[in-house]
């Protein structure tokens, strides 16, 4: 009884901000559920875009991957573009949302991007994502991690979403369908293309 009326207090009793964060390369359907996540918790979801350009970028060995150019090929733009004209096709109100860079392995620059005061989404799937938690804390911000699961459990990621594309696969059905439509619109599968070959 008491952990019903907890987790209906919860639907009803969203934070004020909240803010969420990814990559984003490319934006596929499960960033999209971790963002209808997030929004379901907040009145206004800050959407950080990480990566945003190479001097705002740097290594970690938590995921030593992700600061490489190679797995970064889309640029701030693009993918603002991509995620703005998704989530408009999934009907969320412009009103309730904004898309911001995050240079999330800079926590001294986070107050010049996003609210401090907000609530600090996170999904846990590996030594990055508590990393992040690690970061975030350090800092005194509030979170909330709306799941943590073992990397087998983590299902789609931006890397088998541009293998792919590259491989002239059926990429659409990874991704929401006004992602797919602002990808063909900045020709992103013929970039991504050649990189599939030898």
Same mark, same amino acid.
């Given at each position: $009884?008491?952990?019903?009326? /907890?987790?209906?207090?919860? +639907?009803? =009793?969203?934070?004020?901000? /909240? ?13 999209? +559920? ?25 290594? &970690? !060995?938590? &995921? ?7 797995? %970064? !090929? ?23 949302? =904004? ?5 999330? %392995? ?8 996003? !609210? ?15 990393? +992040?938690?690690? $970061? ?18 983590? /299902?789609?990621? /931006? ?5 792919? $594309?590259?491989?002239?696969? %059926? ?28």
């Amino acid at each position: $009884m008491g952990t019903n009326l /907890g987790q209906r207090l919860m +639907k009803i =009793s969203p934070v004020a901000i /909240g803010v969420a964060h990814g990559r984003f390369q490319l934006f596929h359907r499960d960033h999209l +559920k971790y963002l209808e996540a997030a929004r379901a918790r907040c009145r206004h979801l800050v959407i950080g875009i990480t990566n945003p350009d190479p001097t705002l970028t740097r290594f &970690d !060995p938590a &995921d030593p991957g992700r600061s490489d150019q190679t797995r %970064n !090929p889309l640029t701030y733009y693009e993918r603002y573009r991509v995620i703005k004209h998704a989530l408009a096709a999934e009907g969320w109100d412009s009103a309730h949302f =904004s898309l911001v860079p995050l240079p999330i %392995n800079f926590p001294e620059l986070y107050q010049y991007y996003v !609210p401090l005061s907000a609530t600090f989404f996170l999904t846990i799937y590996d030594d990055w994502g508590q990393r +992040k938690l690690e $970061m975030f804390r350090s800092l005194g911000l509030q979170v909330e991690i709306l799941w943590q699961r073992p990397l087998a459990a983590k /299902g789609l990621t /931006g890397t088998q979403v541009r293998q792919v $594309m590259a491989a002239g696969g %059926n990429w659409q059905e990874l991704v929401p369908p006004g992602a797919a439509a602002m990808l063909e619109e900045l020709d992103i599968p013929e970039r991504l293309r050649p990189q599939a070959r030898p």
